[in-house]
């Protein structure tokens, strides 16, 4: 996940409605039940890059869907050979009507690495404390994954006749740039498989405040492409007790200190435009004044300036880059002879890759060699504010969560959703799965849900997938 939620974890109050927290956990429905068997199976299959498979899980899966009534012509799983491991599947689930275009559901079954000796419990055991599912993937993002399967298993079980066609991909490589990616890899190879009109993906949610109240629902409407560069200088180097001012390092940190206070333009999509001024109505004084100054006249520096304390705020209205990893010098007592160093961007909708890397060349200067890394991500896309998408999600969300906002959010990070966006598939992430303000260790240690928000959210996607499916 790399945008999937992150995106609403902003550190600034947005003013909701609340509406109390339920009941203490209930027995399981038997349709529960056999939702958490599908998911419970998942999460404890690793999917890490280093030592899980993902082709198992997809088997699983495959397997699942077969039991409920899918014919083998209706599934196909993937993988390529000199990555086995690194498998997806697509599942079709055959519309009425041929006229309406298909929907696909988009997920990803791979997950961020967990070192059992730094975990308070196995990270590939799910375990349910205090109201919590504790294990890795429990929301990044095999939460979704799991429901989406889970909804065609349901869809065909009981007989429902969708019109539109419903897809179902559920891919390897999300949570890394430098391996095997499923959804890439279907894009270039197999685009009639998995064409749509639209796709749902993670990257929108909804937020719990600190006493675990719902305060805010969030609906993804693009987000940025992450790439990285390179920056590297060299030097003949030396002996360290006759220096010199043409130094690797001091080059190189030069040229970092020049990335560290440039800022790109500001940029607005509909999203964000939409987005800051629902902010503006909600904050009223300097900040929400600030907000409209800036929509009105984007290069209000003063405005700018105060927004931009904000950093979630100060992402989305711009590309932003920053260093990562530094590598320099080759002993302790002589010049460096070499310097490096990774600079990774989030580049704004519409904004290239090599349109960055000039910009950073420039900033470099010449001494600093500036390269594009592989992958190269295609231009972020952003998609339309469409109605049909926006309304039944708003719909629903009232149902299930009556009196929260929904707010058009553009993610500052990135997802798979970018590969399907380059082919011509507007992709949005759902709403209706809750984390914490604090992203319940998301990427990081003992990540969990609460087992409220994974059964609620899958009856909200159901009923979404529902609305949309026809």
């Not at 790399?2 to 947005?14: E, G, K, M, P, Q």
């Not at 429905?29 to 899980?57: H, M, V, W």
């Not at 997806?88 to 689930?93: D, F, H, M, P, Q």
């Not at 719990?208 to 719902?214: A, I």
Request: charged letters at 20%; a neutral charge; glycine letters at 8%.
């Amino acid at each position: 996940m790399r945008i999937i939620h992150r995106t609403i974890a902003l550190s600034f109050a947005v003013s909701a409605a609340m509406i109390p927290v339920g009941a203490s956990a209930q027995a399981l429905r038997p349709d529960q039940q056999a939702f958490f068997g599908l998911y419970k199976e998942l999460i404890e299959t690793n999917t890490t890059l280093s030592s899980g498979s993902c082709t198992q899980a997809a088997a699983q899966i495959g397997a699942r869907l077969k039991a409920a009534g899918f014919a083998d012509s209706d599934i196909t799983t993937f993988s390529v050979p000199d990555h086995p491991k690194d498998g997806g599947i697509v599942a079709v689930l055959a519309g009425s009507d041929k006229k309406a275009k298909p929907m696909l559901l988009l997920g990803h079954l791979d997950v961020v690495e967990a070192k059992r000796e730094d975990w308070v419990r196995d990270p590939f055991k799910l375990v349910e404390e205090d109201g919590y599912y504790y294990a890795r993937g429990t929301v990044d993002d095999k939460a979704m994954a799991a429901v989406w399967a889970d909804s065609l298993i349901r869809f065909k079980t009981s007989g429902y006749k969708p019109k539109r066609t419903i897809k179902l991909a559920l891919t390897c490589g999300e949570e890394t740039t430098f391996a095997f990616n499923g959804a890439q890899w279907l894009a270039a190879n197999k685009p009639d498989l998995i064409a749509a009109e639209f796709a749902l993906n993670e990257g929108g949610g909804g937020r719990y405040d600190p006493s675990g109240k719902p305060q805010l629902l969030a609906i993804q409407v693009g987000e940025k492409a992450a790439q990285n560069y390179t920056f590297e200088t060299v030097n003949p180097g030396g002996h360290s007790s006759q220096p010199t001012p043409d130094n690797a390092i001091y080059e190189l940190a030069d040229a970092l200190q020049a990335v560290r206070t440039y800022e790109f333009p500001i940029k607005f999509t509909d999203t964000t435009r939409a987005f800051f001024g629902a902010t503006a109505a909600a904050m009223p004084g300097p900040v929400g004044d600030a907000i409209n100054r800036l929509l009105a006249n984007p290069e209000d520096k003063a405005a700018d300036a105060l927004i931009s304390r904000d950093k979630a705020m100060h992402s989305t209205l711009r590309t932003t880059c920053v260093a990562t990893l530094v590598n320099a010098g080759h002993a302790e007592n002589a010049l460096p002879q070499r310097a490096t160093a990774n600079v990774n961007c989030r580049i704004f909708p519409g904004e290239t890759v090599e349109a960055t890397f000039a910009k950073l060349k420039e900033l470099a200067g010449p001494k600093v060699k500036v390269t594009i890394n592989q992958p190269i991500r295609p231009t972020a896309i952003p998609p339309s504010l469409d109605p049909k998408i926006v309304g039944p999600a708003k719909a629903i969300a009232a149902k299930y969560f009556p009196g929260l906002p929904m707010l058009p959010l553009m993610s500052t990070g990135a997802t798979d959703g970018i590969f399907f966006q380059a082919i011509g598939i507007p992709v949005y992430g759902a709403p209706g799965i809750f984390v914490d303000a604090d992203l319940n260790g998301i990427h990081g240690l003992n990540e969990r849900i609460r087992t409220r928000s994974l059964y609620e959210g899958r009856d909200y996607l159901y009923d979404l997938v529902k609305a949309y499916a026809g």
